[in-house]
């Protein structure tokens, strides 16, 4: 409802004919009275309280419009602040408590049989939900009173006495956050100092670029031409590589003799074939197990050698034996024909 009462009366609100006073009349006898009907029975949360707050100041932003900043010349929004200080009346926040704290005080008057009172006072039966308990309407009671300056429990006792309880609903619309005003203020005087200094070394280096405008024009004509020159170096130099990489290398032009099969590969023919390594150490771990088997065949060519000589050796001494033989049979013979004769 607040934002329709809003847009209702935008266009008299941004108008330029009426003046800011007769603006901010229009938002407290129009507007106002639609948001905050039935703000006495509420039951506030923070995040309650800043859009609210948020919606106030929307609408103090249409009234009193931009502001033009003295030292870049731009057009810009009002802070909170600064609308604080435009807008003289209390803020919402502060209205909503203080009617709430005049409703209470007025039901704590009222007798036994009024219902309000009986709903104040008291206590349902059942059992309350799991979790955190909602904050109640007397919660927010007991808050604004200790904003105020009121610690006690007995705020009913307190609320009998009218003119005392008067006191404290004035202090609740008149209290002002000056702790909050006075920090924001200062920040926003440190931004307005910090960007005064930068300004001002902005005007001493825009003075400094001005004399030295030529020198950079002539010293970046400079750096341009050297850029080119390196640049055309650089292509000359990426060229003698390549050329370099497809010659061979020079220890290859001292050999004499090469062996038979071998032929010579370029850098480039070796950097684009990229099996020739896997190949390469195929053939020598192939090279390697040919070496193991011709030693092993070796090893077993030399057992058969010793073999060999042993038998040549039986072989004569066979043979011996058979002379041996064919003597003896000699002798016996002979012997024979003696002893015949």
């Known amino acids: 409802m607040g934002n329709a009462c809003y847009y209702s009366v935008e266009k008299l609100l941004s108008s330029s004919l009426l003046s800011k006073n007769l603006k901010v009349r229009i938002y407290k006898t129009v507007i106002l009275p639609v948001v905050l009907y039935g703000c006495e029975t509420w039951t506030l949360t923070l995040r309650e ?3 609210l707050r948020v919606f106030e100041n929307k609408v103090l932003r249409k009234i009193f419009g931009a502001k033009r900043d ?26 909503i408590k203080s009617r709430r704290l005049r409703w209470a005080g007025h039901v704590a008057r009222m007798g036994d049989s009024r219902n309000a009172y009986r709903m104040l006072v008291g206590r349902p039966e059942g059992k309350r939900p799991l979790g955190r308990p909602r904050r109640r309407w007397e919660d927010n009671i007991k808050m604004d009173l200790r904003e105020v300056g009121y610690d006690g429990r007995e705020w009913i006792h307190l609320a009998q006495d009218r003119d005392q309880w008067r006191a404290y609903v004035r202090a609740a619309m ?3 956050d000056h702790d909050k005003s006075s920090k924001d203020h200062d ?23 001005n004399k030295d405008k030529d020198y950079h ?3 970046d004509k400079d750096n341009k031409d050297h850029d080119k020159d390196h640049d055309k170096d650089d292509k000359d130099d990426d060229k003698d590589n390549k050329d370099h990489k497809d010659q061979p290398p020079a220890w290859l032009s001292r ?9 010579l590969r370029s850098g480039a023919d070796l950097d ?9 150490n195929k053939d020598r771990d192939h090279d390697n197990d040919c070496n193991k088997d011709n030693k092993d065949h070796d090893k077993d060519h030399n057992r058969g050698n010793k073999d060999h000589d042993s038998n040549k050796s039986h072989d004569k001494d066979h043979y011996n034996n058979k002379d041996y033989d064919k003597k003896r049979d000699k002798d016996k013979n002979h012997m024979r024909h003696l002893a015949i004769a």
Do not use: C, F, M
């Open 174 to 176: 008149n209290l002002r």
């Open 49 to 51: 309280e800043q859009r």
């Open 255 to 263: 050999l004499r003799r090469l062996p038979a099969g071998l032929k």
């Open 217 to 219: 024009k002539d010293h």
């Open 272 to 280: 684009n074939d990229e099996d020739y390594d896997k190949n390469h």
């Open 187 to 209: 920040k926003v005087s440190n931004k307005d100092k910090n960007h005064d200094k930068d300004y001002d070394k902005d005007n001493k280096n825009h003075y400094r670029d």
């Open 70 to 95: 003295e030292v870049t010349g731009e057009w810009r929004k009002l802070h909170n602040t600064e609308l604080h200080a435009l807008y003289s009346s209390p803020n919402i926040i502060r209205k």
